[in-house]
């Protein structure tokens, strides 16, 4: 991948994203359902990227007890119910990666 | 009148106190109150730049993304795209899509920084993460410990953004260098430390009926449509879920309407 078209593209459009609005100062307005739906945009993407990363981490559907990458993802939701600390999610959640990976793999 | 002439007097010295000495207090301000939010950043932006030499970002577009994007959680979720070899054309959709929050924040502040230059107004866009959107509510709150006065409240701005802008961009540059120091990151199983990032966002997020159905809906969606080409499925996924928490509000709004109909 061409990385400098990577960086220009990310830029322009986070920039674009974060300027247009002070740019036009007040003279645009958004519709209330899309203020609602902003809110979802961000766990709804990151749950997608995790889902399949953890259920298939080798291209393929993997539902059992020897898949590591879901058995830590379940528990690392439980820890983060727990702890509600995004940090002692990371470190505790890695902590068991490494350990089910060491007993099972 | 005795009293009268003493507040007349403050006034006075009011009028006298150094404009260049309020604008600096403004900014120190800025940079203290950034320093909670930092704290938790900096491990992420050490993470950021331990992970995306592993992902397959070369160490000058790491660094770049960090100096030139800016964006903390758009990052973290480019190097996952970049992982999986998606295309350029996906990234940006993804990037924009998820950066899109955004514009809640701008529109928050409009009516803030409209009255100041258009090249000014330009670089507190650039450095409006969620961290300084975080600060400038504060700052703006009728408690502040700075006062109802925010004639010089864009140095506040300014000052966030300074504070989280080095440390960003410093934390990048200590992760690269980790990652270097300690070659075999990969093999550590560094790409769950990714998931379980992730995992830690979400969670948090999920206290309503809606933000439920909208993560559980995108989680089923993005099995289903994973074979699909480009990672298309993850967009589609996160438009699903978008939907299903909106219709979840939709149902919940005319459950009470049909409610007080009843009373």
Known sequence: MNEVWLILGMFAITFGIRFVMFAFAGKITFPVWMQQSLKFVPPAVLTAIIVPAVVMPYGDMDISFTNVYLLAAIISVMISLVTKSLLKTIFFGMLVFLLLKLLIA | MVKYCHYFINLKKVSIIDHQQLKKA????????????IIGAIPFG???????????????????????????????????????????????????????????????????????PIALRAFLAFGLTDETFANMSQRYQPDSPLGNDHQYAHYFYIGSIFSFYTTWSSATALGLILGNIIPDMTSWGLEFAMSVTFIGMVVPYVNSKAMLSATFS????????????????????ALIGVAAGLSVIRMQKMSINNQEKKV
């Open chain 2, 26 to 37: 403004e900014f120190k301000a800025g940079c203290k109150a950034a320093i909670p939010l």
């Open chain 2, 46 to 116: 050490i993470l950021f730049g331990t992970l995306a030499p592993t992902s397959g970002l070369s160490v000058w577009a790491t660094m770049a993304m960090s100096l030139f994007v800016f964006a903390g959680s758009a990052q973290f979720i480019v190097l996952a795209l970049i992982a999986v070899q998606a295309p350029l054309e996906i990234i940006l959709l993804t990037t924009f899509v998820v950066n899109l929050r955004h514009l809640l924040y701008a529109t928050a502040l409009v009516p803030r920084v409209a009255h100041l």
């Open chain 2, 218 to 237: 995108a989680a089923i969606a993005s099995l289903y449509f994973f074979y699909l080409p480009n990672k298309l499925g993850l967009i589609i996924s």
